[in-house]
């Protein structure tokens, strides 16, 4: 396989089609991303779109959590601390 121009003997839990598609991901992103930037060096290019790919993927993670906090928050009527407050709690005292 080919990344950034030079070529890779690449193993991985995927098959090789799976593989392929990840090569052929990461390839169209740096082309991208050198359009965009101008960056000529094989190493620049590469930092550049490892931390394109890894914001992208932060911010998935991110979107995925708040979606699934917000669907938890309405599905189950789960309260967030802070969502009461002090006056709102009715606990019996010892001895009342």
């Known amino acids: 396989m ?3 121009g030079r070529e890779y003997s690449v193993r991985g839990r995927g098959s090789g089609d799976y593989i392929e598609r990840l090569v052929e ?3 169209s992103r740096s082309e991208e991303i050198r359009g965009k930037s101008g960056v000529v060096t094989t190493i620049d290019l590469a930092i550049l779109t490892l ?3 890894t914001d992208e ?3 998935c993670r991110q979107s995925i959590s708040e ?3 917000k669907t938890e928050e309405e599905d189950y009527g789960l309260l967030k601390p802070g969502d ?3 006056t709102d709690l009715k606990i019996p005292l010892r001895g009342s």
């Open 67 to 69: 979606q699934i906090e």
């Open 25 to 27: 991901f990461i390839n």
């Open 2 to 4: 080919t990344l950034f």
């Open 51 to 53: 931390l394109n790919i």
């Open 57 to 59: 993927l932060f911010e």
């Open 84 to 86: 009461l407050g002090e």
